[in-house]
């Protein structure tokens, strides 16, 4: 690694960039720069001395540097800064919040320039000027500079934030009020570092290949999933919290009882077959991504121009996807021309659909903890602890009808015992937040969900989170003299109330600053490196078709794939019936927001115009 070099801007009269270099390692090189020439200064004799430090200690200086056009200012080989300094930005004079803005979107689409890759941009603003929870009091965010929603249109995201203490820099006296030899007010001044984020691109479903017998078939991933399939989380190399958290319980669950770990081989692809469902959840599938297979030549690029991929998870036989049996037809002919006929699968929504696969297995052993672990997919509405995708682990465990009870309130009281030490988390040294888990008994008197009471997700989480359920079934035809008790769990729920975590999208980002959060060793909680991300609000109204009706779910569906999972609350605010053709009016307001990219209002404003066109052709309503 070479030495850091930082750049300051918008010196006024160098008294920072002076009191810096004097606490610089000789390997760090410093470049000072300011708007106004050097005869402008020249009259300053405070400026005069500092920039005669500054050149004592081998810091370049340059005068008439435009912030807001840096790349003008330096060679293309001269500009890659590991860190950028802007202290108290401001137009001049009497400048508004308006051109206060402008300045500050300039510099930050400026920096994009000449930043190095991981470098970081720092901005120190007055108290309240930012505009974020930070600021304390925090000004409304109209009358504010709105710091992070302008870092955005450069590419940046906010990844801390503190108190700016002159004390730090002995020597630096802030000056340029309203263009004027003024200090500005530092009491309560905070400053912002920023990062780069991974751009915010419209990525385009990928399209994934599928082996049936001898033949290859294709299907692309559905829109709102894009991104989340085949990210092999718990795969061994994977250092995610999800796998941290599924092998922690596995190894304190083999403490007690004797384990079978099952690999995940079962498919992830179902035909609609409710046969292979248990009665008590054969409305599992209303909820699931349904796709067409097609013929694949797998010597050719995808039809679409996207990215073909092999999913080793989604091979599957033709018996594991139970085509129908015509008559006269052997089962391999039957499945070919079933897939080819543009054969509906959907994607599978929970595990609990391989129950009947593992009882009735050969080696299955009754006594022993069967274990599953793997991702499903499930449509849902946009809710704050909802997710399209998880990960869920499922324990199945054979008891003989006479012991069930016994077995069954053991079991119980050692996955609550192992749950409740997860989710109690060490803070501060005389101080806990922690989770308690409760198991809550149904109105059939014989099943459980499992729910954690929870104090440190932020003001949208549930004072109580259903983080999964407890099933117990009848005898099975191969194993007619035991009873089954099926636990499942959501993994995702689970690393979030461990780490601390409040959006379950960050567990899906592509950012290589996650997964430094996580070492098995320590459960510490997770240090978002996206502080206060702006928010857009946007509102649409349509006419609904009477004939078609209405699919809210569909309708969350949409704007999940049309926004790239930024769409964090659809509200319904309001119907309206016409009085004379008496047509049916909704009304919802979406709100935009992202965890780990920077989010700009151009980009959610196309968003919102791409979504009026796709439910006016996917849910027929027509938008006003």
């Known amino acids: 690694m070479g030495p850091r070099r930082l750049l ?20 760090t090189s410093l470049t000072a720069t300011c708007l106004p020439n050097l005869v402008d200064l020249a009259r300053d004799p405070v400026a005069r001395e500092n920039l005669q430090r500054l050149r004592e200690r081998g810091a370049e200086v340059r005068f008439g540097v435009d912030c807001t056009r840096l790349a003008g200012a330096f060679e293309l080989h001269d500009r890659r800064f590991d860190r950028i300094y802007f202290n108290f930005p401001h137009c001049g004079r009497k400048a508004g919040v308006a051109k206060n803005r402008e300045l500050l979107a300039k510099f930050f689409q400026s920096c994009a320039d000449v930043l190095a890759e991981e470098g970081e941009v720092h901005v120190a603003l007055c108290r309240g000027q930012g505009g974020t929870p930070a600021d304390k009091p925090q000004r409304e965010w109209h009358n504010s500079w709105q710091v992070v929603a302008m870092a955005a249109l ?3 995201i906010l990844s801390d934030v503190h108190p700016f203490s002159c004390e730090a820099v002995p020597g630096y006296k802030c000056t340029g009020y309203r263009s004027q030899d003024k200090s500005f007010h530092v009491e309560g001044a905070l400053n912002h570092i920023f990062t780069r984020s991974l751009p915010l691109e419209c990525s385009q479903p990928r399209i994934f290949r599928i082996k049936l017998g001898d033949q290859w078939f294709s299907f692309p991933e559905p829109e709102a999933l894009v991104g989340k399939l085949n990210r092999g989380f718990l795969e061994t190399p994977s250092c995610h919290p999800i796998k941290i958290i599924n092998e922690k319980l596995i190894a304190e669950l083999g403490k007690t009882f004797p384990l079978k770990r099952l690999k995940c081989s079962f498919p992830l692809l179902l035909q609609e077959d409710t046969s292979v469902l248990p009665s008590w959840n054969c409305d599992i599938l209303s909820t699931a ?29 033709f018996s594991q996807l139970s085509l129908p049996k015509g008559p006269g037809r052997d089962d391999e002919e039957e ?16 595990l609990l659909v391989h129950i009947q696969a593992v009882i009735q297995a050969p080696d299955f052993l009754p006594g022993s903890l069967h274990i599953l672990s ?17 990960h869920e682990i499922l324990l199945i465990l054979g008891l003989n009808q006479n012991l069930k009870d016994g077995c069954l309130q053991s079991l119980l009281d050692h996955l609550k015992g192992i749950l409740d030490s997860l989710l109690t988390q060490k803070m501060l040294e005389d101080s806990k937040l922690s989770s308690s888990v409760e198991f809550v008994l149904q109105p059939n008197g014989k099943d459980y969900m499992i729910c954690a009471e929870v104090h440190n ?10 983080i999964g359920s407890v099933t117990t079934s009848a005898a099975s035809i191969t194993h007619k003299d035991q009873c089954f008790v099926f636990v499942s769990m959501n993994l995702d729920l689970l690393a979030m109330l461990v780490w601390s975590i409040s959006d379950w999208r960050i567990l899906w980002t592509f950012d290589n600053r996650f997964l430094k959060n996580f070492v098995p060793e320590k459960m510490e909680p997770f240090k978002s490196y996206s502080l206060y991300p702006p928010c857009y609000v946007h509102d649409i109204s349509f006419w609904l078709d009477e004939k078609k009706g209405f699919d809210e779910l569909e309708f969350h569906t949409v704007a999940r794939a049309v926004s790239q999972d930024t769409v964090i609350s659809v509200q319904f605010l309001s119907r309206f019936q016409h009085p004379k053709t008496e047509q049916v009016s909704l009304c919802y307001r979406l709100t935009y927001q992202t965890c780990d990219k920077a989010l700009t209002q151009q980009q959610v404003a196309s968003m ?3 979504f009026r066109k796709e439910i006016e052709q996917r849910l027929h309503v027509i938008p006003r």
């Open 289 to 317: 991504f349904w796709i067409n297979l097609r013929e694949h030549n797998s010597n050719s690029e995808s039809p679409d121009g996207g990215t073909t991929q092999d999913m080793e998870d989604f091979l599957v036989s």
């Open 608 to 610: 919102q115009s791409q």
């Open 8 to 27: 300051l801007v918008g010196e006024g009269n160098f008294s920072f960039a002076a009191a810096l270099s004097s606490t610089l390692d000789p390997s």
């Open 154 to 156: 450069g590419g940046f």
């Open 335 to 350: 499945a070919y021309e079933g897939i080819c006929g543009q054969t509906k699968v959907c994607l599978r929504p929970s």
């Open 374 to 390: 793997g991702p499903v997919f499930q449509k849902c509405h946009i809710l704050p602890f909802t997710m399209p995708v998880f």
């Open 457 to 466: 997700l932020g003001p949208d989480c549930a004072k109580d989170l259903i």
